[in-house]
């Protein structure tokens, strides 16, 4: 296959498409754009080993110089801000335009941000430099608060205070990771946290960060309190870098619009973070903000462009790393799933856990301190029932 390819964003996703192209035989041209002045980097150590200081920043490269070499692909430092499907040209800032045959997108999310303004000690969590940037300003920190007790929320609570800082963490659900592990196992993490020496304000949202004299001196609460924090890291979700995509002609629902087969469009793909796509099964959209859905969804994509007719149909999987505890969770936990314990009980550090639905679905397999087990449990997991 010798047509143009050109890939818009260069982390696992977009990297992950440009090799499989090369080892199904793409020959053509391969570009890759992208703004982030590293090579590509993985994610996930950002919140744990890079902010421990455990790993070197260099550890995170996602691929040698000679691998990175041996794609034959061009890299276009830039960032891309507009697309016109009709004519195949992505435009990139300084007005550059590059002409495609076929385009992946695969740009990932930009963090949230609180309303009003942002004073020094407020920091997000995306980028390598920002994690650079927070690991440098933890150890200067007394108390540091963290908004919104998500995977991320938790994992950066968890590193601070590894480095022994004071740490509250705020959110307004009733327990920490709600959403990825419902009440019961949110409530795990919650206990988890509180041993280390958490502070959690849990039920009450953050409405801004408080600024003193140019610096954060805490973050306010909806309740009127003000929670006392001398560095604040605010991780309350993402939102899919589509901005640059607005009147390009592709549909754009809280990420990129495709079809089972990860196309939004004639010549178009998209891919990662930023890829929404029909449900195998219920036939809704849904998007996946996981390390393993982007390598596998990248497989799909590759392979479709070269000339299959492939679904995404994944397993959801990701982890997470806590302390001295790693959490592992297959398929999707419901709000309301019963919690079934497989091995070990709910007093144990150590457990296998089965999630299921009223009417009798298996909807998730998770594993607390137990790589094994879930990976087992993995294989009891049920489709859901088709739409009527
Ligand atoms: C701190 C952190 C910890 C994580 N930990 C875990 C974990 O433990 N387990 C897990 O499963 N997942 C984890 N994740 C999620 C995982 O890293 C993501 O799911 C994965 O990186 C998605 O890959 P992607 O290629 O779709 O997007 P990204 O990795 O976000 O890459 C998108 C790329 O596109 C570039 N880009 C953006 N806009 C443009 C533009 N306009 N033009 C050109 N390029 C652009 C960006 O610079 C970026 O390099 C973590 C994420 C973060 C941030």
Not at 141 to 157: F, M, R, S, T
Not at 283 to 312: F, K, P, Y
Not at 320 to 347: C, F, M, N, W
Request: with cysteine; charged share 25%; net charge neutral.
């Amino acid at each position: 296959m010798t047509s143009d390819v050109l890939i818009v964003g260069a982390s696992v996703g977009g990297l992950t498409v440009a090799e499989a192209l090369r080892r199904g035989g793409h020959t053509g041209r391969l570009r890759l754009v992208e703004p982030d002045p590293h090579p590509p980097y993985d994610r996930p150590p950002l919140s744990k080993q890079v902010l421990t200081g455990l790993w070197p920043p260099d550890r995170v490269r996602l691929r040698t110089p000679e691998q990175l070499e041996a794609l034959d692909a061009e890299w276009v430092w830039g960032r891309a801000e507009r697309l016109d499907a009709a004519a195949r040209t992505v435009e990139l800032d300084g007005g550059r335009a590059l002409a495609y045959d076929t385009l992946v997108i695969a740009t990932g999310l930009v963090p949230r941000r609180l309303p009003g303004p942002e004073p020094a000690g407020g920091h997000t969590l995306r980028s390598l430099d920002e994690a650079l940037a927070l690991r440098h300003a933890l150890p200067d920190a007394d108390h540091v608060a963290v908004v919104g007790a998500g995977v991320l929320g938790c994992e950066i609570a968890a590193a601070a205070r590894a480095l022994g800082r004071e740490v509250t963490l705020v959110d307004p659900g009733p327990v920490p990771m709600a959403r990825h592990l419902g009440p019961e196992l949110g409530g795990r993490v919650a206990a988890l946290h509180r041993r280390h020496g958490v502070r959690l304000r849990l039920g009450t949202a953050v409405t801004g960060l408080v600024g003193e004299r140019g610096r954060v001196g805490g973050v306010a609460l909806a309740d009127g309190a003000v929670v006392r924090a001398d560095l604040a890291v605010v991780t309350i979700g993402s939102v899919p870098a589509t901005a640059w995509l607005e009147n390009s002609g592709l549909a754009l629902a809280d990420g990129i619009v495709c079809d089972a087969r990860c196309r939004a469009a004639p010549g178009v793909y998209a891919v990662g973070d930023v890829a929404r796509w029909p449900d195998p099964v219920t036939g809704v959209g849904i998007r996946v903000e996981s390390r393993t859905n982007a390598t596998e969804q990248a497989l799909v994509v590759a392979a479709n462009i070269l000339g299959d007719e492939r679904a995404h149909t994944p397993v959801p999987y990701f982890w997470s790393d806590q302390y001295d505890t790693k959490i592992q969770v297959h398929g999707r936990v419901g709000g309301g799933d019963r919690v079934r314990y497989l091995e070990g009980t709910a007093a144990d550090d150590r457990f296998v856990a089965l999630t299921e639905s009223d009417e009798g679905r298996t909807t998730a397999a998770i594993g607390w301190n137990h790589p094994r087990g879930v990976r087992t449990a993995r294989a009891r997991l049920t489709a859901a029932p088709s739409p009527p």
